[in-house]
């Protein structure tokens, strides 16, 4: 390492993705959906200035050095910057989080830098890295945060638009519960899904747009925590029924799919799972109501306190500093 050298620091978040519009080619787009950026947990990495390019060691090293090639030789570099990569805080990999979308642009973001590309869109960044193949929440959330809709892939594939971007009530927590269990679908694994999935029906589509426009959104704008809570249960049911075959249920985790009936049993309407899963999270009106929830999974036996965290929604999109 370099002795007084440049250090840059990169901060994500992590994604909820709180279900598709269609997973399949309807009235001629695909994907699109609703979801929204957390403040935690997230990606932590640190490049600091070396004799050549390297990624510290770290379960996700391979990942990073992959990234980095592609984003290089989608950038124009002849060779990646004399840098070093370190991971100081991880997403868990293929838990409906994001981890692939926030690692691969947190790595863009810091190349970019690195070399004095300040300004450079998620969106740009995305196609370097060959990231917003089909959601388009977690690259949006990455530059803004918040609560964002995406309007699926047109039929030529490229980058979903972004429709909508808006602040979270403050005061409003997700509760996550991270379960110790087998990660969510992901690969090619992922892909014969999708392949095998029938196109959204139009009556269907039209309810998901209408929980979105005429409920989500104008709840989000009017912080009424109950309506928005009511139709973000009603989204994740109705968005998650064509996955249903493939995960057994509505649930990828049998111990998660209990506690979703225990949650919905006492009254907690905004319940539902991330992207594959297995993390399910619930929305609570405030901090304190979010730590008694927590509290009472817990003493229920239904998850472990280190299974569990609480979150804000996260104001703004990633970060990327200098640091001493």
Known sequence: MLAGSRR???????????????????????????????????????????????????????????????????????????????????????????????????????????????????????????????????????????????????ASGSVAPLLANMKFPRAWRFLLVMPVSEPGLSGSSEQSVFDGLASTPTEVLAELTRLILWELLPAAAEENFGVFARALGQYGRLAGEPFVPAQGGLYTDRRMRRLAEWLEDRGYLGVGQSSWGPVVFVLCPDQLTAEQLRLAISEAGLAAPEEMLISAVAADGATCREVS
Not at 60 to 76: D, H, Q
């Open 8 to 154: 840059l620091q990169i901060k994500t978040g992590a994604r909820l993705h709180f279900g598709l519009l269609t997973a399949r080619p309807t009235l001629g787009r695909q994907f699109g959906g609703v979801g929204c950026m957390l403040e935690q947990p997230g990606f932590e990495l640190l490049f600091e200035a070396a004799s050549e390019f390297r990624v510290a060691a770290h379960p996700l090293a391979e990942r990073i050095s992959a990234f980095s090639k592609v984003y290089a030789a989608n950038s124009g570099m002849a060779a990646l910057p004399a840098v070093q990569v370190s991971v100081q805080q991880a997403l868990p990999s293929h838990f409906g989080l994001g981890s692939g979308t926030q690692l691969g642009l947190a790595v863009a973001k810091g190349l970019a830098a690195w070399v004095g590309e300040e300004d450079v869109s998620a969106r740009d960044l995305a196609l370097r890295v060959g990231r917003g193949k089909r959601s388009a929440i977690g690259l949006y959330g990455f530059d803004l945060g918040g609560l964002i809709v995406d309007g699926g892939q047109p």
